[in-house]
């Protein structure tokens, strides 16, 4: 069973999370049927108009017997009034054993060129990187969200995505204030283009919850996210 949707939609966030004005550190930690079995890490700074980010995902244990998976990827692009827009994005990923890479070239919102190692083989699904607009890579999505907000400007957001493979679009709705200073919006990961018929037949979406806590400057940041997958209810939550 392959992460790609959940890594791509939320790409790892869990454990002790720190948040400054130049970036944000998040170690979070993954369970599967209530069962800890996992780590996601992301790391990110913003620095004279510029920003890099990374990231890396790895299931263990019990999870782990189950998911062979992990994960690493790192962007690099420009801040412009709050609005970043990724030059470079690179990803690894071992599903299963199978070792792939790829890099993926950005200019104002639009992908470039794209290189694949292996080289990959032409699918009748593909899209052409370069007719896409208006995109950005998932991790640069992850870091927007990542950033702490006052509570009305949470959620409420859409991003459409471009890994290298396909576009996707990870939608956040409207956000609802609980009584103890927590936030929750509805949200859902989907698939749009460049995937095969049959991955679009299992799933072509995943609904997820984020959850933003307060913190102690009376902004909000997330910190936890539930979803469901065929497995059981996924959980990444703070440590």
């Given at each position: ?13 869990l ?55 992990g ?9 412009n ?7 470079i ?10 070792r ?10 639009t ?13 009748p ?7 896409q ?9 992850l ?20 890994d ?6 990870l ?7 609980r ?8 949200s859902?990961?989907?698939r ?40 059981g ?7």
């Amino acid at each position: 069973m392959s992460l790609r949707p959940l890594i791509c939609a939320t790409t790892l966030m869990l454990s002790s999370l720190t948040a400054t004005a130049q970036g944000v550190d998040a170690q979070y930690t993954l369970s599967l049927r209530g069962i800890t079995g996992g780590t996601i890490a992301l790391r990110g700074r913003d620095q004279g108009g510029s920003y890099a980010v990374s990231s890396a995902a790895q299931a263990s244990g019990m999870v782990g017997a189950l998911v062979k998976y992990g994960f690493e990827g790192s962007v690099q692009g420009t801040v412009n009034g709050g609005r970043y827009a990724p030059t470079i994005y690179t990803e690894v990923e071992d599903d299963d054993g199978e070792r792939t890479s790829s890099v993926t070239r950005f200019r104002n919102g639009t992908p470039t060129d794209v290189t694949f190692d292996p080289p990959r083989a032409p699918e009748p699904h593909d899209v052409d990187p370069t007719a896409q607009r208006g995109v950005i890579d998932p991790l640069t999505a992850l870091y927007d969200v990542l950033q702490p907000v006052d509570a009305a400007g949470a959620c409420d957001r859409r991003y459409d995505l471009f890994d290298g493979r396909g576009v996707s679009r990870l939608t956040l709705a409207a956000p609802r204030a609980r009584g103890d200073g927590t936030v929750t919006c509805a949200s859902r990961y989907l698939r749009v283009r460049g995937y095969s018929p049959e991955d679009l037949a299992k799933r072509p979406s995943v609904d997820m919850t984020f959850i933003y806590a307060p913190l102690p400057d009376g902004r909000v940041q997330v910190s936890e996210i539930r979803s469901s997958t065929r497995l059981g209810d996924m959980v990444l939550r703070r440590q």
